[in-house]
């Protein structure tokens, strides 16, 4: 009795700080990461010249104040002839131009807001006959892909448990995806926690036939 009493203690501990402490970490190494970008300033103005000593999160704000200031930039007339003539000048680098464009075509579907990617939790049929799982909407396909598709298809995405960063893309059936009602910050954490924080049940309703 009072082995499976301390073991409860410890695990009711253990459930507590173990988010704390990769909550912690994850935090950590992102600050960390950003904090580099105060390379990129002169030695003469690092708070360790100023202050004698390191202070955490500079670079951080360092780095999205950069961010900041370049989105106000880029904003305006100027600032978007700026940043045409910048592509412009990386299309001429054959190498440099492909990596380019490709990830400003992937970070431009997730991140602009006229963007169809991740709008839409998805409940598809993976990997085998039976077995369900959850997707998000990517968009259509496009290209010769069409061409050899019969039907109207859609272009989805299957993340991996616990990381959705990593997964599948697969070009489905629209009549063989179901929509669900549910948010893709739901679904995320659906995924996440391995379907173990799972979202309330939405009440269904009644239709008259």
Known sequence: MRGQLIRRYFVTGLLIWVPLAITAWVLSLIVGTMDQSLRLLPASIHPRHLF????????????????????????????????????RLLARIPVVNTIYHSVKQVSDTLFSSSGNAFRKALLVEYPRKGSWTIAFLT????????????????SVYVPTTPNPTSGFFLMMPKADVVELDMSVDEALKYIISMGVVAPPPKPRIATNT
């Open 139 to 154: 968009g259509q396909p496009g290209g010769d892909v069409v061409n050899h598709l019969d039907g109207e298809y859609v």
């Open 52 to 87: 004698g000593f390191d202070i955490p999160g500079v670079g951080a704000i360092v780095t999205l104040l950069a961010i900041f200031l370049t989105g106000v930039a880029a904003a305006n007339f100027i600032g978007q002839r700026l940043v045409v003539w910048w592509e």
